[in-house]
């Protein structure tokens, strides 16, 4: 996924895919005048409790092997409370953990929809110092770019969920942060190995442009809060109803080597199945100048809308690992639906 200060697009930054699924048909509609996007922007989120990567197995003062988590604590799992007590994140787990002995630790737990409670022994692996043997995670970070704004300064941004780097579980949000960034170099891409933004990310209130209140399988969502700072140009565009969509001739806007602008594509595949929710449309780049820059789709580029005959049709997703030139894309009226 990414650092907090530079260059790491994080894991759902642009997720990579090699197959190419076939289409079906669909009778969706929607129409909407928005602000089009294509800029780059830091992004920092706070899970909803703290998540719990993996447990491990220790060595105890006795000597012994000892793994307490083990069968009751899960990855993916969110501890939300230990011993009745609201935690809000790692810091405050931490700190309980600091205080431990030897007796039963009750751990509140989220598994998908249903919350249970566990009873773990934490192990003494010290004088006086105990552990749950949990490796946990409170916080995502990185890079990615904004698609759209609609008329309530609501944001769609990615296309597709932030899953965690270590369980590929999507990440359960209590809130997050959109900041500036500021693109400092293009990794291009080649087949086998796609390319990647590096960028700088100042987490300070001057850089805050929104808050982020929904992390979906369709993308970041939430509110800009500073418009001006966000586009250098206010461009209204309306958006197309998938049955619009057709193969053929197309763009995308993205920002590369300090600019924002189009550059051409081809709609190879349309699905209106609706099986996934962020890989309806297929792509490939054709434009040579982003070909020499870029390789095709990096990561990164998740986000950039895609538009055809003059309205917005979806958003850049996925990259194909075996063929940077060609990529998934999402439906522009899978994202609205996230924002109405």
Same mark, same amino acid.
Request: charged share 20%.
């Given at each position: 996924?990414?650092?907090?200060?530079?260059?790491?697009?994080?894991?759902?930054?642009?997720?990579?895919?090699?197959?190419?699924?076939?289409?079906?048909?669909?009778?969706?509609?929607?129409?909407?005048?928005?602000?089009?996007? /294509? =800029?780059?922007?830091?992004?920092?989120?706070?899970?909803?409790?703290?998540?719990?990567?993996?447990?491990?197995?220790?060595?105890?003062?006795?000597?012994?092997?000892?793994?307490?988590?083990?069968?009751?604590?899960?990855?993916?799992?969110?501890?939300?409370?230990?011993?009745?007590?609201?935690?809000?994140?790692?810091?405050?787990?931490?700190?309980?953990?600091?205080?431990?002995?030897?007796?039963?630790?009750?751990?509140?737990?989220?598994? /998908?929809?249903?919350?249970?409670?566990?009873?773990?022994?934490?192990?003494?692996?010290?004088?006086?110092?105990?552990?749950?043997?949990?490796?946990?995670?409170?916080?995502?970070?990185?890079?990615?770019?904004?698609?759209?704004?609609?008329?309530?300064?609501?944001?769609?941004?990615?296309?597709?969920?932030?899953?965690?780097?270590?369980?590929?579980?999507? =990440?359960?949000?209590?809130?997050?942060?959109?900041?500036?960034?500021?693109?400092?170099?293009?990794?291009?891409?080649?087949?086998?190995?796609?390319?990647?933004?590096?960028? *700088?990310?100042?987490?300070?209130?001057?850089?805050?442009?929104?808050?982020?209140?929904?992390?979906?399988?369709? /993308?970041?969502?939430?509110?800009?809060?500073?418009?001006?700072?966000?586009?250098?140009?206010?461009?209204?565009?309306?958006?197309?109803?998938?049955?619009? *969509?057709?193969?053929?001739?197309?763009?995308?806007?993205?920002?590369?080597?300090?600019?924002?602008?189009?550059?051409?594509?081809?709609?190879?595949? *349309?699905?209106?199945?609706?099986?996934? *929710?962020?890989?309806?449309?297929?792509?490939?780049?054709?434009?040579?100048?982003?070909?020499?820059?870029?390789? /095709?789709?990096?990561?990164?580029?998740?986000?950039?809308?895609?538009?055809?005959?003059?309205?917005?049709?979806?958003?850049?997703?996925?990259?194909?690992?075996?063929?940077?030139?060609?990529?998934?894309?999402?439906?522009?009226?899978?994202?609205?639906?996230?924002?109405?």
């Amino acid at each position: 996924m990414f650092a907090a200060c530079a260059g790491w697009v994080f894991a759902g930054a642009l997720e990579q895919e090699n197959e190419i699924r076939q289409a079906e048909a669909s009778t969706k509609t929607a129409s909407e005048t928005v602000l089009l996007g /294509g =800029m780059p922007v830091g992004i920092y989120m706070e899970t909803d409790g703290v998540m719990v990567l993996s447990t491990e197995t220790m060595t105890g003062i006795d000597g012994s092997e000892h793994e307490p988590a083990a069968g009751l604590v899960q990855s993916g799992d969110y501890i939300t409370a230990v011993n009745g007590e609201v935690i809000n994140g790692k810091s405050e787990l931490l700190d309980v953990v600091d205080h431990l002995d030897s007796e039963n630790v009750v751990l509140t737990l989220q598994r /998908g929809d249903k919350t249970m409670d566990v009873r773990i022994r934490p192990v003494e692996c010290g004088p006086g110092e105990y552990k749950l043997g949990i490796w946990v995670r409170d916080n995502v970070q990185g890079l990615g770019t904004v698609t759209f704004v609609t008329g309530q300064s609501r944001f769609g941004a990615l296309g597709h969920g932030i899953h965690d780097v270590d369980t590929n579980v999507l =990440m359960s949000v209590a809130g997050g942060t959109l900041y500036k960034t500021s693109i400092q170099d293009i990794l291009k891409g080649e087949d086998g190995s796609p390319g990647t933004m590096e960028g *700088i990310i100042v987490y300070n209130s001057y850089n805050i442009l929104g808050s982020i209140d929904k992390n979906t399988e369709a /993308g970041i969502y939430g509110t800009v809060d500073r418009l001006d700072q966000l586009f250098d140009e206010q461009i209204p565009i309306e958006t197309a109803s998938t049955d619009e *969509i057709e193969t053929g001739s197309a763009t995308i806007r993205c920002f590369v080597d300090n600019e924002l602008k189009e550059y051409e594509i081809q709609v190879t595949d *349309i699905d209106r199945s609706g099986k996934e *929710i962020n890989k309806g449309l297929v792509i490939q780049v054709t434009d040579p100048e982003l070909l020499e820059k870029t390789g /095709g789709i990096i990561q990164g580029m998740s986000g950039s809308p895609i538009i055809q005959n003059g309205k917005l049709i979806g958003a850049v997703t996925h990259v194909f690992v075996q063929d940077s030139t060609k990529g998934y894309g999402i439906f522009i009226e899978n994202m609205l639906d996230q924002v109405k």
